[in-house]
């Protein structure tokens, strides 16, 4: 463990109780399909989705706040996905959190706290500035800073990072993806129920999403 994340954990207590959970050993996620209305249907916390949920092809995305896959998805792949296909309606988007740390679930807890209108957008922030709060001595002050850009008060920052709930909800829903749809990396993407792996440029998404086209 870096200094900046031991430090992090010593300044959360919320967040020491994540770190005590750990993830179970799973194999890769299965070539064939889950029941993909059942994989819709959210867990613990709500899903946060874009688009219309009737749209022939749901993507559901897992994700860690400090995964940089994930990062580099959002930042050059989301945005071509979006145009492209939620807002023509082809496709209905739901996001996921799946922590692989303390400081991705701190992060995932933050953007939970905002106002439901606003999570995409402070998703796509986080993301966007991962570089300037993951690689830092003091995380917990660089997300602060970043979060009072949008908003947060130091009461308000310490509140959400202190919601044993929220922490309680986001850490189900992470366990419930390894178990029952063997998520054991990010990002992890479903295609109308089925894994997709590698999409990492919008000419792998547009693979991904062909078959379901036709």
């Known amino acids: 463990m870096t200094p900046s994340r031991r430090r992090f954990l010593e300044s959360s207590a919320a967040l020491l109780a994540f770190g005590s959970v750990g993830l179970?050993?799973?194999?890769?996620?299965a070539q064939g399909a889950y029941d993909a209305a059942e994989m819709t249907k959210p867990g613990a916390l709500p899903d946060m989705a874009l688009g219309k949920p009737d749209a022939p092809i749901t993507v559901i995305e897992y994700s860690s706040m400090t995964c940089g896959h994930c990062a580099n998805f959002h930042k050059n792949v989301f945005p071509y996905l979006k145009e492209k296909y939620i807002d023509a309606g082809t496709v209905y988007f739901i996001h996921r959190e799946f922590p692989l740390d303390p400081l991705a679930a701190a992060v995932s807890m933050l953007v939970r706290c905002a106002p439901k209108e606003?999570?995409?957008d402070m998703l796509s922030m986080f993301f966007?500035?991962?570089s300037n709060w993951i690689r830092t001595d003091n995380p917990v002050d660089a997300l602060s800073k970043l979060s009072r850009q949008v908003g947060y008060t130091p009461e308000s920052f310490k509140a959400c990072l202190t919601d044993q709930k929220l922490l309680d909800d986001i850490t189900a829903g992470r366990t419930r993806a390894a178990d029952k749809y063997r998520v054991d990396g990010t990002p992890a993407f479903f295609v109308n129920g089925r894994p997709s792996k590698g999409i990492a440029s919008k000419e792998d998404l547009d693979k991904a999403l062909a078959p379901f086209l036709k």
Not at 24 to 29: D, E, L, R
């Open 118 to 120: 606003k999570y995409f």
């Open 24 to 29: 179970a050993a799973h194999p890769a996620a």
């Open 128 to 130: 966007e500035q991962q």
